[in-house]
């Protein structure tokens, strides 16, 4: 989403905690928080995420970067993944969970579920490394 | 989440970058991104997504705010909602995606689509409560 | 999606190898093969689902046989169906899967996973049911 | 999945019929009909979309056939897939839509609307090609 629209500075400030503040005044300006019940929410995200991955559907393997990628669908792809994140913060928010703060906890149980391998050679590396991938393929790790 | 793991400060303060660069930091550490092609963490992706539907399946209409769920029901669903978010984050990343600068402007995207109706009187508001809810249950609206 | 185009016969008798041969002539008269690698297809059911899920998404908890829906909305639902269904028929095509007798081996699994109970009186289905209600929430049965 | 459970013919004759008599009967049996409301079919459904996608989610592309996978990996898939249709069967059922007759009505559209294109030469076939693959792209077709 680089460039897209001009002269405004990156998002990285950007803090779920803004998004969930958007949200909930957006919804509650126009007087839909009748609509925003949990399931209601989660099948809207479920349909964004059918968006997704209709950008995604008919490209066979995609290189990192999309380095072939005309910018117009680039800025589509943009659109689709933030219809799953303002979702996404909306289902957390009626849900009373504080997303910042389980995402926070999230990524330290992966990390002690996932421990970073040590290796002093490029054999072992390289042994660990199919222990690693054998652990990849067969769990559901986020990350 | 709030109190699920005693003494720590809420994540309000937690941003869009914090998130992408402890992610892209896990990734690397364990050299997996040979892995984290863009349509590799899509479909990681759906599964996390069928993971957070899992836990409303059987429950029926839930109402805001899970006054009837169990603390450990929560953090579950804390824990898929967290995984969700961070393949999603990821997939942001690897595709070249700043995602909190789309989310913004898709927020003001909404904002200029679904414009907020003045209204002055109690009659005046049904009849437009009306309209605003057919546009409601006939468009796509991420909000 | 009774009545909805007057005159023709149910689909009562229609197979899961009717639909797989249909579908593999379809994509062979229009040189589709390319597109339909399996992870393609598998991304095209994902934007069904997502499709199929819209149609429920502000609807609030929703009777069996759907007696509010006007016909228009069942015929959409019926095709939104059809589509995850083709797409379904299709991956389980290319992918070498023989769907019918997968579908007739999961049900004899599920049937020996959840036995079904005997139960002599009232309050013993009380218990029993009580039983059944916590392994139908617990596990992720397909039916 | 053949050859996955000797001795067994092929599932070729199983009609949709089958599967939601003996769908309906499980459900009945188990005493699961309060269980099974539509939404709560839904979100099942989208659950084993999401196990689907787990078997695909660390594999880049696939081949058609799926020549390298292990016979257990297969059987899994069939399982994946199945979990899918019996929940899809039954979402038809208790909606009141004839899903054979839906789905045959889908491809009878789908037919008009991607009407075969006739070609005379390899230069024309190429020029159709590309429009075909510029629909193809663009569309949501099922097929």
């Given at each position: 989403m680089n460039g897209d629209h001009g002269g405004q500075e990156a998002g990285?400030?950007?803090t779920l905690e803004d998004l969930r503040k958007k949200m909930a005044d957006f919804v509650k300006e126009r007087d839909w928080d009748k609509f925003h019940s949990p399931r209601n929410v989660l099948l809207a995200l479920v349909k964004e995420v059918g968006e997704l991955s209709e950008i995604f559907q008919w490209k066979g393997e995609v290189p990192k970067g999309?380095?072939?990628?005309?910018e117009e669908e680039k800025v589509h792809l943009g659109e689709e993944l933030s219809d799953v994140l303002l979702y996404l913060v909306r289902l957390s928010d009626i849900c009373g969970v504080d997303l910042g703060k389980a995402a926070l906890r999230k990524l330290e149980l992966n990390a002690r579920k996932y421990p970073v391998q040590q290796v002093s050679s490029k054999d072992d590396a390289i042994l660990l490394d199919e222990k690693t991938t054998n652990a990849h393929l067969s769990t559901d790790l986020p990350s």
């Open positions: 990285h400030g950007v999309l380095p072939d990628w005309e």
